[in-house]
């Protein structure tokens, strides 16, 4: 079971399954700066996005107000383009509310880009649109969850472009462990004691431990919905660039090329659209040569950061 699992952990979106195309759904319209009422860990909040802008005179604040609120990423952090996406993931927490109200989360480590359009990798490869790809066309920020190998789920988020979207790969567990031991254990015949870092350490794994499948989490609004949420992590740094949202400093993130989609061609399969937090145990596949590259880059700008803190005065 476990060299199974291991195996659909190298499944992308490369690998596809047949699928009737049909019209993709549009998704449900509401008014400019308002969110529904939704209900995050039982407390009912009311996210009123222009009342808040309108009420914060300080440029930053007024662009988070518009990304967080009430604990969770709103639709301009995920209506960015898919590598962008893919990287400001890395580091924030991925919250799971199941139907009793326990909470699971998992801090996000591995993310893959699949922007679509040219990209052969992608279920959406030249505009392809199916009833099993159609949340990739739903608003950024909208849960797809495929099944594959006939008996595996894969999780992903729309983000901005037609049929662009992130496959989550693994993530580091934070809370619910009990419970991820106990899914990770359904199947197995004799049970088995995960270290935490195995316990998520794949697209596969993750949705296990995670209790993420196609009947209950796809075609989902993450800005919205209290099964599934994204929740910023505090960050400990400083960055110049606004675009750059992600909880963990750019010299600490590798860009490799993605795992499972030879198939795909040369041309695809070695673009740099996986991304990772180095150094992670939770990470399900390392490229060791990559990380040699960032960690020399990291030793630069250390260097150079002792240099100006001697030059102050």
Known sequence: MEKEIDDADGESQGTSLHSVEVSARKPRKRPVGQLKVFSTRNVEVSADISATVAGNQNKTSERDSKIIANTRFLDSFYDVPCDQLAKNLLGHVLVRQLSDGKLLKGRIVETECYPGGEDRASHSFQGKM????????????????????????????????????????????????????????????????????????????????MSIDKGSCNAQDMCSWDGLWIEPAERDYQ????????????????????????????EWASKPYRFYVIGNASVSKRDKIKEKEVMSIAEILEKEKRRCGSLTP
Request: proline share 5%.
């Open 130 to 209: 199916t009833e099993r790809n159609a949340p990739m066309y739903m608003k950024p920020g909208t849960t797809y969850v495929y099944f594959t190998y006939g008996m595996y789920h894969c999780f992903n988020i729309s983000s901005q472009g037609p049929g662009a979207a992130v496959l989550l790969r693994a993530i580091e567990p934070l809370e619910g462990m009990d419970y991820m031991q106990q899914e990770r254990n359904k199947k197995r015949k004799v049970a088995c004691m995960y270290k935490a870092h195995q316990l998520a350490n794949g697209p596969s794994k993750l949705c296990i431990s």
């Open 239 to 266: 960055c110049g660039d606004s675009t750059w949202l992600a909880a963990v400093e750019a010299h600490k993130v590798v860009a490799t090329s993605r795992i499972g989609i030879t198939s795909s061609g040369a």
